[in-house]
């Protein structure tokens, strides 16, 4: 009996904690404040400054912890490191002007204060580092994830996470007495050799081993195995001295490009999202009423002051670097809080001796509650009068379509690519997100759902996983290219039919193998030369001649660009149409070409070095 009597009292908190989370979250859900503010409010009110059914915030924190974990690696999954690469202006560029000018004016805001200097940078830092959890919560109820907007944030937590590294060493210097220098060189040495362990591990053990483990048929393996990435990844950054979640992350960048990519991800998914759920809800129990009944007037003020300095900090580099009104006021908003790294640095500092008990519990009160304030920043946000959000009265979303093709992109592409197919009685499933553009082809006739083809679920409601073809005919590259990942990774067997920006962007869709692309203005393009051609009095017969000839030229010049001997072998195309010519490719990489070919890319390369200077000459 006391066998089940221990049983029932250790369940009794996990019943709690759920009861709370079951009770709160759709409450808040559905008066429009989202659920982060829902398990902050469900965690404040059964923990030890509340109802007192829960009495340890911090064992529940410790082991919530991983849910953040959990979600920076689901995240490294969709970072490839060519995407990532791509991102590195903003990471290492916006990322670290953020945080160096929020990190400059929070300093002294807290200096002119009262605080000693060491005492308020490591104050202002750990305010500057935003939560990855709330602000990545915070994009994926809205779907903006992906978006480029959504994507600058990414890379600005991202570049924040790394900080930690470096800020806890400067807590170790700034303290009194703080360790000798032989010691910080083996904590960096050692934070290295974790770091390169973990790449290494990634590069050339973990595709193996999901392979093994797939070839045995164990599915409860294969969930353990995911579970054993994140948490060992975890463990092993943890041991170096860096962050978990940064851990985490670099592992899910590592299996970003892996076949199991996807099985990894419907694995983790519902740790993380339980996990998460009672992370927030441990920070909510943490809130001390007691520090603030002492010293709430001056807890609030700092609140209140802090948030309005970053915010208006992160206002003005996302202007200085390019951003929208709108899209810096969101971005502000989303980052105006402190993170749940403070407390790592916050403790650090108060066992370094840099932070007193009572300066730590209000700090601490300080980045909590203004954790609970974000839901309600980004909602005053929305409602920003930059641009009236459109209406979507009279707007179908995309649910339950099938037809022989999708088409994603309703502009004036979409529109010209989906008339052949329509006059040869193809049945078309069409996607937009533009809801002015959604009405305009109404009133002409056409039904077009409003849907966003960069989101998985969407395209799967759109029909995409009966389509014969898929035409994606979006204008933004980045777009573009979520499109087609997900695409060739989820619905093979649809062919892509994709519009290329520019040279660069057909390149890479040669290289990826998509049916058929084409640069937007191409076509046009040749055309009104041709007409020109004419204009002047060219014979028709001749014109069309010269035409033909600069599209053998052009598509000459891309094969040459694509990479020596790729295309060893194979016909030389135009879309899937072969294209006359003399250039044969070479059947491998360094083999001699024929006397008209080494011609023919002579002449090529003269054309792209003209085109190359041409493009330093005026800046293009």
């Known amino acids: 009996m006391a066998a089940e009597e221990g049983y029932v009292t250790d369940l009794a908190p996990v019943v709690i904690l759920l009861g709370a989370a079951v009770v709160a979250v759709p409450v808040f859900r559905r008066l429009g404040l989202g659920s982060v503010l829902g398990y902050l409010a469900a965690g404040l009110a059964i923990g030890p400054f509340g109802l ?55 300093t002294a805001i807290l200096w002119l204060a009262g605080f000693a200097p060491a005492v308020a940078f490591v104050a202002a830092m750990g305010f500057v580092l935003s939560s990855t959890a709330i602000a990545m919560q915070v994009l994926e109820e809205k779907g903006e994830v992906s978006t480029p907007a959504g994507q600058r944030i990414v890379s600005i937590l991202l570049l924040e996470d790394l900080a930690i590294v470096p800020l806890l060493a400067l807590v170790a ?62 463990l092993a950054m ?27 991800e419907t694995d983790i998914e519902p740790f993380r999202g339980i996990l998460l759920g009672l992370f927030f809800m441990g920070v909510g129990m943490s809130l001390d009423l ?51 790294f403070a407390f790592v640095l916050y403790a650090a500092a108060g066992g370094a001796g840099l932070v007193d008990a009572r300066t730590g519990a209000m700090l601490t009160a300080t980045v909590i509650i203004s954790m609970a304030l974000t839901p309600l920043a980004v909602l005053l946000a929305e409602r920003w009068p930059d641009r009236a959000a459109p209406s979507m009265e009279g707007i179908e979303r995309a649910e339950s379509l099938h037809g022989d093709a999708l088409i994603i992109g309703f502009g004036r592409f979409g529109q010209m690519a989906s008339q052949a197919l329509l006059a040869r009685g193809f049945t078309v499933s069409t996607i937009e997100t533009d809801v002015e553009m959604i009405r305009a082809a109404a009133r002409f006739g056409f039904q077009v759902y409003y849907g966003d083809g960069t989101r998985l679920d969407v395209l799967r409601t759109s029909g995409a996983g009966r389509a014969r073809a898929i035409l994606v005919c979006t204008a933004d590259r980045a777009t573009t290219d979520r499109i087609v990942t997900l695409a060739q990774e989820e619905f ?21 193998d998509v049916a058929f692309e084409v640069r937007e203005t191409f076509h046009g393009a040749l055309a009104m030369g041709h007409a020109a051609l004419e204009g002047l009095d060219v014979p028709e017969e001749e014109a069309a001649e010269i035409t033909d000839e600069v599209r053998r030229r052009d598509r000459q010049r891309l094969d040459i660009q694509l990479c020596d001997g790729l295309f060893a072998g194979r016909e030389l195309m135009y879309g899937n149409r072969p294209v006359p010519g003399p250039l044969t490719p070479p059947r491998r990489a360094g083999q001699a070409l024929n006397p008209e070919a080494e011609a023919a890319m002579r002449a090529a390369e003269n054309a792209r070095a003209a085109e190359d200077t041409e493009k330093a000459r005026t800046g293009r």
């Open 52 to 106: 007192r059914l829960v009495a340890e915030p911090g064992a529940v924190l410790h082991i919530a912890e991983l849910g953040v974990v959990m979600f920076l690696f689901i995240i490294g999954l969709e970072m490839q490191p060519s995407r990532l690469w791509s991102l590195r202006r903003e990471i290492f560029g916006l990322g670290v002007a953020q945080v160096c000018a929020c990190g400059a004016v929070l």
């Open 173 to 234: 210097i700034l303290a009194p007495g703080h360790e000798a220098e032989g010691s910080r060189w083996v904590s960096i040495g050692l934070a290295l050799l974790s770091l390169a362990a973990l790449v290494a591990a990634g590069r050339w053990l973990l595709n193996p081993m999901f392979a093994l483990l797939a070839r045995a048929g164990a599915r409860e393996v294969m969930t353990a195995a995911a579970l054993l990435v994140v948490l060992g990844a975890a």
């Open 238 to 264: 943890e041991l170096g001295g860096l962050s978990m979640a940064m851990g985490a992350f670099l592992a899910g960048v590592l299996l970003s490009e892996s076949t199991f990519r996807h099985q990894l």
């Open 290 to 340: 007691g520090v603030l009944r002492s010293d709430g007037l001056l807890i609030l003020s700092g609140v209140v002051l802090l948030m309005l300095a970053k915010s208006a900090m992160v206002f003005l580099v996302a202007c200085l670097f390019g951003a929208g009104t709108r899209e810096a006021v969101r971005r502000a908003a989303v980052l105006a809080q402190g993170g749940e």
């Open 492 to 512: 093979p067997q649809a062919k892509l039919y994709v519009r290329a920006y520019d040279r660069g962007h057909t390149l890479d869709l040669i290289k990826r």
